[in-house]
């Protein structure tokens, strides 16, 4: 209940020793002793009459069942646990060589797939190198071909033609508006005239 050591309780006995006395420290020790005795009693009896109220309340079996809902077992959480546990220790290439249905059909689909991909590209350059050889036997057969032509430069193809946008017709002249009369200029006022 308490955490006393007996450093604590040698420190406690030297004190009360001399501040009581040496007549007068059984006593007290003897009263602290009841005292003691019955607090523990009375606390005894306390913590029973609550465990008495508990039973007869049921909180007892409620809480037994939320201990039950609480498990992880109950909620799943063992077989996520496990779950984890596998992923955790799982490695490639562990699954000993065995594919499901699924990707060994992906892998089929796929392998045909290149070898079509393979197929076309090994025809194409086929074709490609008959092309390239009977152009040569062409140029090498004509004499006119065999001065080769200045290749157009990517600039001069890439430039646009230079458009020029027509001008806009001269815009008519305003004509010239009546310059009104002009109006007679107020005399300054003479220092002397003031009018207010």
Do not use: C, Y
């Not at 308490?2 to 004190?15: A, Q």
């Not at 306390?46 to 039950?68: P, T």
Request: no cysteine; aromatic share 4%.
């Amino acid at each position: 209940m308490f955490d006393i050591g007996w450093t604590e309780l040698l420190v406690v006995g030297v004190v009360a020793l001399i501040v009581v006395g040496p007549k007068d420290l059984p006593g007290m020790f003897r009263t602290l002793g009841r005292f003691t005795g019955r607090m523990k009693g009375m606390a005894r009896e306390f913590q029973r009459a609550m465990h008495d109220a508990a039973d007869e309340s049921g909180i007892k079996d409620i809480a037994g069942d939320l201990k039950k809902v609480a498990s992880p077992r109950s909620m799943g959480l063992d077989k996520l646990n496990e779950a984890a546990n596998k992923f955790e220790s799982w490695k490639p290439g562990d699954s000993g060589g065995k594919k499901g249905p699924e990707t060994q059909k992906l892998s089929e689909e796929r392998a045909a797939v290149a070898k079509k991909i393979h197929d076309v590209s090994a025809k194409r350059a086929t074709e490609k190198s008959a092309t390239e050889a009977a152009a040569k036997a062409v140029a090498e057969a004509s004499p006119a071909a065999s001065k080769p032509k200045p290749a157009a430069t990517p600039r001069a193809a890439a430039k646009p033609k230079a458009t020029t946008k027509p001008k806009a017709a001269p815009k008519p002249k305003a004509v010239a508006k009546p310059k009104a009369a002009a109006k007679p200029k107020a005399k300054p006022a003479k220092a002397g005239d003031s009018k207010a």
